[in-house]
């Protein structure tokens, strides 16, 4: 078992900044990939980044790409999601999930967190 909190979530205005983080206890946290995923009322949940156990390799949804940022500190057993240059189409609730490989696929992902609400206005 992986369990997941998120906290960082809030209200920005377009083209602020918000960082993301999310703590993880249980199984080894250094064993895990962790992705980051969002869901938009209405929508579907989409991948948004995701990070390998290491740290040395990533996947970057292209609608991120320059903007959002993956980190990880495994004896922090943290992972951190550096969000820029925001825009009014980024709010959503994120999550974070834990895999035992690194995936762009929600099905690929044994552990959720519950999730954070992060909302830019115009």
């Known amino acids: 078992q992986v369990q997941l909190v998120e906290s960082g979530g809030g209200l920005v205005q377009t083209g602020g900044s918000l960082r993301l983080s999310c703590a993880a206890s249980?199984?080894?946290?250094?064993?895990?990939?962790m992705g980051w995923f969002r869901q938009a009322p209405g929508k579907e949940r989409e991948f948004v980044v995701a990070i390998s156990w290491s740290g040395g390799s990533t996947y970057y949804a292209d609608f991120v790409k320059g903007r959002f940022t993956i980190s990880r500190d495994n004896a922090k057993n943290t992972v951190w999601l550096q969000m820029n240059s925001l825009k009014v189409e980024d709010s959503a609730v994120y999550y974070c999930?834990?895999?035992?490989?690194?995936?762009?696929?929600?099905?690929?992902?044994?552990?959720w967190g519950q999730g954070t609400q992060v909302t830019v206005s115009s």
């Open positions: 249980g199984r080894t946290f250094s064993k895990n990939a």
């Open positions: 999930a834990a895999s035992l490989i690194l995936s762009r696929l929600s099905t690929d992902y044994d552990f």
